[in-house]
């Protein structure tokens, strides 16, 4: 085989979220909305003053407020609810009968998820950067900075709640109870990462978080795979 | 002897304590076409996810190529081709896109993608439907589309789960012309019906199911013999003769022998096992013209798949011992009283 089957199945996945215009409501859609509220926001006074007193929020920082929450519980949310709408579908049927490794499957499902949703993420904070820029904003080293570590920590974020979203996507039957557990678990588990600073066990470094994310992630990936591997069909 | 190339083993499979699948054994050879069938809600489309790996929770052996299939699973499963009952793809998915991926998935390179695909389409009479997204076409359309990517990486073995369901008589004629071809090119065929006739055609041998038990034998005729079911013929008048008499005359229908109009015009024989239907046949005819009739059709009926199985229940009863004792006399016996 020309490919590894994740990597076809990954380039298919992202064919489809092209085609079924994901990607236009993720990168376009979500941003300009976000950034229309940001700009009805900040247009009403009496509302920034009692966010932020005298200072007023950039469009950068509230675009990154805003992708804090809701990145992670919209990738966790995407992939958990086309796993179960796919296998309801009996779409895996067809791949899990070929001489292929099945966690596969759900993996490019995860990874394709993932980029997309880290790539909206992106685009967001670009998207907040230039319209701070265009409002007379200068645009410095530190910002820059900032929004790379920023991106960082929310590519982490997104990364870990897909991997969970994936988790809860191959052991549910129905979308019902996978939307459940990811809004009411999988919430839950992105913090894990951040405990040991809480707890003081580790120290408050941006690299431990980033390293106990990533390993979280290969833990639920292969949780996942394991219970995919045994799923019956 | 030649391996099987399939071989079931004791297979058993229960849902929630209750049994869908008891103890089934059966071969496939090399080469083979094999009919499986059975009623609704037999167990065809258990036995047949085991084969394919869907389903790897059960007990007994199952082994594809020699290989078992639930320690050699990639190994199993690179010669077989497996047609779901219902088969689903991604919404997004064009016809194209959809086999592209498949077959890749399979390990067909390529080149060999690029020519295949088009020709099976081709085939299938799907070639303008290409750029189509699968869940824009018809159920028929769907179904052939589940067959084709079963046959993209020319399996050893084929699966196929009611693959002739919803298509439309000339797809059906080509199906079994496919299917034909295949056995022709040395490729083993397992598939599953519940219409005796669409497996009659094409079977080499049959397996029945029924209440998760397998009885396997040789074809449908041998079936019909082991099982003593007693020969029945269709006789349909165009214009009916002054006098039905003959219908009862032993001399036409033998000894043995019974009529039963179905309409006025149209009649069913059931003939003493030991009769000879042609014979038979000939006399109805020639009885029907000399009175003055018509016959529009006459002929041997397929012996119902129901009786075939109710007397597959009765064998095996009979062969474990379960033989119903004939109703016990009253007490006393019967000058008693
Ligand atoms: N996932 C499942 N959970 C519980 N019971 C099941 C499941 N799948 C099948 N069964 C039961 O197993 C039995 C056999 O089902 P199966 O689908 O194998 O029948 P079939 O012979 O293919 O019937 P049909 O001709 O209708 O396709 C049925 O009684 C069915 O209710
Ligand atoms: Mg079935």
């Known amino acids: ?233 | 002897m030649v391996e099987p190339l399939l071989q079931l083993a004791g297979v058993s499979k229960a849902y929630y304590g209750q049994a869908v699948l008891s103890d089934v054994s059966f071969e496939i050879a090399p080469g083979e076409v094999f009919g499986y069938i059975g009623p609704n809600g037999a167990g065809k489309t258990t036995t047949l996810k085991i084969l394919a790996g869907l389903i790897t929770t059960y007990d007994g052996v199952v082994r594809i190529g020699g290989v078992d299939v639930k320690t050699g699973r990639d190994r199993a499963h690179a010669l077989i081709g497996f047609m779901p009952q219902a088969c689903g793809f991604q919404s997004w998915r064009t016809v194209e896109s959809a086999l592209d991926t498949l077959a890749d998935l399979s390990g067909v390179p390529a080149d060999v993608r690029a020519r295949r695909i088009p020709a099976l389409l081709e085939r299938f009479d799907l070639l303008a439907a290409r750029g189509k997204k699968v869940k824009e076409l018809s159920g028929g359309m769907t179904q052939k589309l589940g067959l084709i990517q079963a046959l993209l990486h020319e399996p050893k073995l084929l699966v196929l789960d009611e693959p002739l369901e919803g298509l439309d008589p000339p797809s059906r004629r080509l199906l079994q012309e496919v299917l034909r071809e295949r056995r022709a090119a040395g490729t083993t065929v397992l598939f599953s019906s519940h219409i005796l006739s669409d497996i009659e055609d094409v079977a080499d041998r049959v397996g029945i199911l029924n209440r998760g038990k397998v009885a396997t034998t040789g074809s449908i005729r041998d079936l019909t013999r082991a099982f003593g079911l007693p020969p029945e013929l269709e006789l349909a008048f165009s214009v009916a003769p002054a006098d039905l008499g003959f219908l009862a005359d032993p001399a036409v229908i033998g000894a043995g022998g019974r009529a039963v109009a179905e309409r006025p015009d149209a009649w069913r024989l059931t003939l003493a096992t030991d009769a000879d239907p042609d014979a038979v046949v000939h006399a109805l005819v020639e009885r029907t013209l000399a009175g003055g009739g018509r016959v529009r059709k006459v002929g041997v009926a397929e012996p119902a798949l129901d009786d075939l199985f109710a007397r597959y229940i009765l064998e095996s009863d009979r062969a474990a011992g379960l033989t119903v004792p004939a109703p016990a006399a009253p007490a006393g016996g019967p000058d008693g009283n």
């Open chain 1, 1 to 233: 085989m020309a490919t590894s089957p994740t990597l076809r199945l990954l380039r298919d996945e992202l064919v489809g979220f092209a085609r079924s215009r994901v990607m236009i409501v993720l990168w376009v859609v979500l941003p300009l909305l976000a950034i229309l509220g940001y700009l009805l926001f900040t247009s009403s006074a009496e509302v920034a003053a009692g966010m932020g007193g005298d200072h007023k929020m950039s469009a950068n920082a509230f675009m990154t407020f805003l992708l804090s929450s809701l990145a992670g519980t919209v990738a966790a949310l995407m992939v958990a609810v086309d796993i179960v709408s796919e296998r309801t579908r009996k779409v895996y049927e067809l791949y899990v009968i070929r001489p292929i490794r099945r966690e596969a499957i759900i993996w490019a499902k995860f990874l394709a998820v993932a980029a997309c949703v880290v790539v909206a993420c992106v685009v967001a904070i670009a998207l907040g950067i230039a319209v701070d820029v265009a409002r007379g904003d200068p645009f410095t080293a530190t910002i820059a900075y900032d929004a790379l570590k920023g991106l960082a920590s929310l590519t982490a974020v997104v990364s870990l709640s897909a991997a969970v979203g994936t988790f809860f996507g191959v052991i549910s039957r129905t979308i019902l109870v996978a939307v459940i557990l990811v809004l009411y678990v999988g919430q839950n588990l992105t913090i894990v990462p951040m405990l040991p600073m809480y707890f003081g066990i580790l120290p408050r470094q941006f690299w431990v978080i980033m390293a106990i994310s990533y390993a979280l992630v290969a833990v639920m990936a292969w949780l996942s795979a394991v219970v995919f591997r045994r799923s019956q069909f």
